[in-house]
């Protein structure tokens, strides 16, 4: 068998004779910088053990039905401890992402993994959608920050912001008397359903930081 390093250097032997090559690399375990290099490789998405099949499965699939294949993902900063990337608005590159995150992040406990990586799913569909309508040709640009004490993840939306005084369209509380208020709200304001993410976000998180306009965000979550 051969290393990821090995792997990304064929990798880039392919790409200078098929440059549209979309590659999914599964191995046994990547570093942080194996997965920046995996970025920086235009890697379709990185996997390793113990390997969910049906999402390498769902995710061979995409990479195969996608009509319009570009990347995506570029990265501006790529440190074992800051990666900085933008990111175009469409739902396939959020997941792409979604899926490096959790390998750049390997060295938390999986479970508390799993509910930080949908929490950062959340915060960039709510970029992309709000902040920039899921144009293509929009970018997000998203920070990923590990400290001693805390993951920062920081989002940035080419958007007007938005007045966090009136977020009638998000859930306040999973009470279902709020519930159904917020669903009677957004079906008026002619929105899809929905409206749970923030507050999914809100249970996941330790602290949520925007900033006066409203199209920056901090999600912080404090490692034990």
Aim: hydrophobic share 45%; net charge negative.
């Amino acid at each position: 068998s051969t290393s990821a390093t090995e792997d990304l250097a064929l990798l880039a032997e392919f790409r200078r004779v098929r440059p549209g090559i979309r590659t999914i690399v599964l191995a046994p375990a990547l570093s942080s910088a194996e997965v920046i290099a995996s970025l920086r490789q235009h890697v379709y998405a990185c996997f390793t053990r113990p390997l969910d099949y049906e999402d390498v499965a769902d995710m061979a699939r995409a990479a195969i039905v996608d009509p319009d294949w570009r990347d995506g993902i570029e990265v501006t900063s790529g440190l074992p401890y800051w990666i900085t990337l933008r990111v175009s608005c469409r739902l396939v590159t959020a997941d792409r992402l979604t899926r490096f995150m959790t390998e750049y992040n390997a060295g938390i406990p999986s479970s508390e993994r799993d509910l930080l990586m949908t929490a950062f799913r959340e915060m960039l569909l709510n970029a992309m959608e709000h902040g920039a309508g899921f144009d293509p040709e929009k970018v997000i640009e998203v920070t990923a920050a590990q400290t001693a004490r805390a993951i920062v993840f920081h989002f940035r939306d080419p958007g007007s912001g938005f007045d966090r005084t009136d977020l009638s369209h998000a859930v306040a509380t999973p009470q279902s008397a709020d519930v159904f208020k917020t669903t009677i709200e957004r079906a008026d304001s002619g929105i899809r359903p929905g409206g749970f993410g923030m507050l999914i976000v809100r249970q996941i998180a330790d602290e949520l930081v925007y900033n006066e306009r409203g199209n920056e965000v901090l999600l912080i979550k404090h490692l034990k």
